[in-house]
Protein backbone atom coordinates (compact mmCIF):
# COMPACT_ATOMS: atom_id res chain seq x y z
CA UNK A 1 0.00 0.00 0.00
CA UNK A 2 1.25 3.61 -0.87
CA UNK A 3 1.74 5.69 2.25
CA UNK A 4 -0.79 8.12 -0.01
CA UNK A 5 -3.09 5.44 0.12
CA UNK A 6 -2.66 4.64 3.51
CA UNK A 7 -3.51 8.35 4.24
CA UNK A 8 -6.64 8.11 2.27
CA UNK A 9 -7.42 5.27 4.44
CA UNK A 10 -6.19 6.56 7.97
CA UNK A 11 -8.57 10.05 6.70
CA UNK A 12 -11.27 7.93 6.54
CA UNK A 13 -10.78 6.16 9.64
CA UNK A 14 -10.44 9.66 11.44
CA UNK A 15 -13.83 11.00 10.14
CA UNK A 16 -15.48 7.87 11.43
CA UNK A 17 -14.09 8.07 14.84
CA UNK A 18 -14.33 12.05 14.69
CA UNK A 19 -10.97 12.76 15.56
CA UNK A 20 -10.48 15.96 14.58
CA UNK A 21 -7.38 16.74 15.51
CA UNK A 22 -6.17 13.71 13.43
CA UNK A 23 -8.26 13.93 10.30
CA UNK A 24 -6.96 17.61 10.09
CA UNK A 25 -3.07 17.08 10.12
CA UNK A 26 -4.04 14.01 7.49
CA UNK A 27 -5.73 16.28 5.32
CA UNK A 28 -3.13 19.15 6.01
CA UNK A 29 -0.64 16.42 4.99
CA UNK A 30 -2.65 15.70 1.64
CA UNK A 31 -2.87 19.26 0.59
CA UNK A 32 0.71 19.44 0.55
CA UNK A 33 1.39 16.34 -1.37
CA UNK A 34 -1.81 17.49 -3.91
CA UNK A 35 -0.25 20.92 -3.99
CA UNK A 36 3.41 19.45 -4.77
CA UNK A 37 1.68 17.47 -7.19
CA UNK A 38 0.00 20.45 -9.17
CA UNK A 39 3.26 22.56 -9.16
CA UNK A 40 4.96 19.94 -10.50
CA UNK A 41 2.53 18.43 -12.81
CA UNK A 42 2.93 15.19 -12.22
CA UNK A 43 1.89 12.18 -9.76
CA UNK A 44 4.53 11.74 -6.74
CA UNK A 45 5.61 8.67 -6.09
CA UNK A 46 6.27 7.07 -1.97
CA UNK A 47 9.83 8.66 -2.26
CA UNK A 48 8.92 11.81 -2.99
CA UNK A 49 5.51 11.80 -1.42
CA UNK A 50 8.14 10.79 1.74
CA UNK A 51 10.22 13.88 1.26
CA UNK A 52 7.19 16.40 1.65
CA UNK A 53 6.16 14.31 4.59
CA UNK A 54 9.85 15.14 6.06
CA UNK A 55 9.66 18.25 4.90
CA UNK A 56 6.47 18.86 7.03
CA UNK A 57 7.65 17.11 10.12
CA UNK A 58 10.62 19.60 9.96
CA UNK A 59 8.97 22.75 9.99
CA UNK A 60 6.71 21.68 12.97
CA UNK A 61 9.55 20.83 14.69
CA UNK A 62 11.34 23.98 13.70
CA UNK A 63 7.45 26.05 14.91
CA UNK A 64 7.75 23.95 18.04
CA UNK A 65 10.86 25.36 18.93
CA UNK A 66 10.39 28.89 18.07
CA UNK A 67 7.03 28.89 19.85
CA UNK A 68 8.67 27.19 23.16
CA UNK A 69 11.75 30.00 23.48
CA UNK A 70 8.81 32.79 22.59
CA UNK A 71 6.60 31.80 25.63
CA UNK A 72 3.89 30.62 23.67
CA UNK A 73 3.84 26.95 25.22
CA UNK A 74 0.10 26.18 23.89
CA UNK A 75 1.23 26.48 20.43
CA UNK A 76 4.24 24.78 20.85
CA UNK A 77 2.16 21.78 22.56
CA UNK A 78 -0.03 22.01 19.08
CA UNK A 79 2.97 21.47 16.91
CA UNK A 80 4.08 19.06 18.97
CA UNK A 81 1.15 17.09 18.31
CA UNK A 82 0.89 17.49 14.80
CA UNK A 83 4.55 16.40 14.89
CA UNK A 84 3.57 13.55 16.55
CA UNK A 85 0.39 12.10 13.93
CA UNK A 86 3.42 12.98 11.04
CA UNK A 87 5.93 11.34 12.35
CA UNK A 88 3.46 8.19 12.40
CA UNK A 89 4.23 7.68 8.69
CA UNK A 90 7.56 8.08 8.35
CA UNK A 91 9.81 5.05 8.28
CA UNK A 92 11.31 3.26 11.39
CA UNK A 93 14.45 5.76 12.78
CA UNK A 94 18.25 3.67 12.34
CA UNK A 95 20.52 3.55 15.05
CA UNK A 96 23.61 5.59 15.20
CA UNK A 97 25.31 1.80 14.41
CA UNK A 98 22.98 1.47 11.45
CA UNK A 99 23.76 5.12 10.01
CA UNK A 100 27.72 4.41 10.34
CA UNK A 101 27.22 1.28 8.55
CA UNK A 102 25.86 3.07 5.53
CA UNK A 103 28.03 5.87 5.37
CA UNK A 104 31.16 3.36 5.00
CA UNK A 105 29.11 1.46 2.57
CA UNK A 106 28.83 4.45 0.45
CA UNK A 107 32.43 5.56 0.67
CA UNK A 108 33.69 2.65 -0.29
CA UNK A 109 30.86 2.15 -3.17
CA UNK A 110 32.48 5.02 -4.14
CA UNK A 111 35.77 4.99 -2.99
CA UNK A 112 36.32 8.32 -1.37
CA UNK A 113 38.75 9.40 -0.06
CA UNK A 114 38.06 13.35 0.25
CA UNK A 115 35.70 16.27 0.96
CA UNK A 116 35.56 16.13 -3.08
CA UNK A 117 33.52 12.93 -3.01
CA UNK A 118 30.84 14.04 -0.35
CA UNK A 119 28.62 15.11 -2.86
CA UNK A 120 28.05 11.82 -4.63
CA UNK A 121 28.07 9.97 -1.40
CA UNK A 122 25.99 11.94 0.10
CA UNK A 123 23.61 11.55 -3.10
CA UNK A 124 23.58 7.86 -2.61
CA UNK A 125 22.93 8.18 1.61
CA UNK A 126 20.28 10.47 0.65
CA UNK A 127 18.07 7.75 -1.57
CA UNK A 128 19.14 4.77 0.37
CA UNK A 129 18.15 6.77 4.14
CA UNK A 130 15.57 8.89 3.33
CA UNK A 131 12.69 9.28 5.62
CA UNK A 132 14.70 7.21 8.36
CA UNK A 133 17.72 9.56 9.90
CA UNK A 134 17.66 13.21 9.52
CA UNK A 135 20.11 13.99 7.00
CA UNK A 136 22.16 16.95 8.53
CA UNK A 137 23.42 14.08 10.92
CA UNK A 138 24.68 11.79 8.41
CA UNK A 139 26.43 14.75 6.29
CA UNK A 140 28.15 16.02 9.96
CA UNK A 141 29.20 12.29 10.01
CA UNK A 142 30.47 12.28 6.59
CA UNK A 143 32.29 15.20 7.06
CA UNK A 144 34.10 13.86 9.96
CA UNK A 145 34.83 10.89 8.06
CA UNK A 146 36.23 12.69 5.04
CA UNK A 147 38.66 15.25 6.48
Not at 90 to 96: A, C
Request: hydrophobic share 40%; glycine share 2%.
Amino acid sequence: MSLKDQLQDDMKSAMRTRDKERLAVIRMLRAAIKQREIDEQKELDDTETLAVLEKMVKQRRDAETQYRDAGRDELADAEAAETVVLEHYLPTRLSDTEIDTAIDAAIAEHEATSMRDMGQVMGTLKTRLQGQVDMAVVSQRLKTRLQ
